[in-house]
């Protein structure tokens, strides 16, 4: 069984991906929760409904969040009356605040509300929180401390980031608890999320990376940045602001110990020999079409078989011991 942690658009692409070529029982999906927030009175888990909408089918590609085809009569109303409307909530997205939101007060779980919701997409696979106690990621910067969607929409991430506060005392759903001890566990895969905002959220929840290093499974990620950019999003720009090198060479080095293997775009080939540490992999990581996300998680899956003996009989169901 593989591990996907993932956070916004680029993490969601390749989930969509590893859906695509691996059953359910196969794939679990961890999601970052450190971007959810309370907004005009609704519970948003911005990075949860990113992942469900993409696994779906029904994300909006040109936004990156929210649904496509999406209309926007309920937020014009609320600027017509003097409501916030800084972060937009279209009108089918909007469904899905109110019913999450229903249900988180009517007691259900995130880990619960999250299932029910991609069921009720026709989604099989499994969608999981990274918490079910809220995490919220504070954004520090040369302004001051930031909550994320402040720093991430209302501020468009131009304030320079100096650090970010991680929720480390809070613990891991028990849905994601039980996927870290789960004896079916062969790998866990960084999907191009922001290592940063995206990543780091789900290591630093109580225990996370430590229990997920100790299982000696291979934690493989695909890089992000890709010929010194992010695909998208702000990671390029807080790579720069924390002094980290802007390439695959600076994400393998902020992962550290962590990381067993790289996944690196064609493209940044001849940099290759400047990472050190993690077993590399060179294939197309852009994904611009379905086909590319499930081409990028059948490279992935090859190479995670091929490096780590991961039973080639087997799809993805036990580790030998190399
Ligand atoms: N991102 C924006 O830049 N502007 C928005 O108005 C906005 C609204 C929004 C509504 C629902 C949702 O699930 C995501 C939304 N996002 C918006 C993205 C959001 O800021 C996420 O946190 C990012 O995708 C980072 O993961």
Redesign the pocket.
């Known amino acids: 069984m593989i591990l996907a942690l993932a956070?916004?658009?680029g993490g969601a692409k390749l989930a969509a991906g590893l859906a695509a070529v691996l059953p359910p029982q196969e794939l679990a999906i961890v999601v970052?929760t450190g971007?959810d927030f309370e907004h005009l009175g609704f519970r948003?888990?911005?990075?949860?409904?990113?992942v469900t909408?993409t696994l779906a089918g029904i994300a909006n590609r040109e936004?990156?969040?929210?649904i496509a085809g999406e209309s926007w009569a309920f937020m014009d109303q609320i600027a017509r009356i003097g409501g916030e409307s800084?972060?937009?909530?279209?009108d089918r997205?909007l469904a899905?605040?109110v019913e999450r939101t229903r249900r988180l007060r009517g007691g259900e779980s995130l880990t619960d509300v999250t299932a029910a919701l991609a069921t009720a997409h026709g989604i099989a696979h499994r969608i999981v929180p990274m918490a079910d106690d809220p995490a919220p990621t504070i954004v520090h910067t040369d302004e001051g401390a930031l909550a994320?969607?402040d720093y991430?929409?209302r501020r468009?991430c131009a304030p320079a980031l100096t650090g970010l506060n991680l929720a480390p005392d809070v613990a891991p759903s028990a849905a994601f608890s039980a996927l870290i001890d789960d004896p079916a566990l062969a790998a866990v895969i960084l999907c191009p999320?922001?290592p940063y905002?995206?990543i780091d959220p789900i290591f630093a929840l109580a225990g996370a990376r430590e229990r997920l290093r100790a299982r000696g499974v291979p934690i493989v990620a695909v890089s992000p940045i890709i010929g010194g950019k992010a695909v998208k999003?702000p990671a390029a720009k807080i790579m720069a602001e924390l002094g980290v090198p802007v390439s695959s060479a600076g994400i393998a080095a902020h992962y550290g110990a962590m990381l067993d293997g790289l996944v690196i775009d064609e493209t940044d080939r001849a940099g290759a020999d400047a990472i050190i540490g993690p077993r590399l992999l060179i294939t197309q990581t852009i994904m611009r079409s379905d086909a590319d996300r499930a081409q990028l998680a059948t490279d992935v899956i090859g190479w995670l078989r091929r490096e780590w003996t991961l039973d080639p009989s087997d799809p993805i169901s036990g580790v030998k011991k190399a």
């Open positions: 956070g916004g658009v970052n971007d948003i888990s911005p990075d949860i409904d990113t909408y936004l990156g969040w929210g800084w972060f937009r909530l279209g997205d899905t605040h994320f969607q991430f929409v468009q999320s922001n905002l995206s999003g």
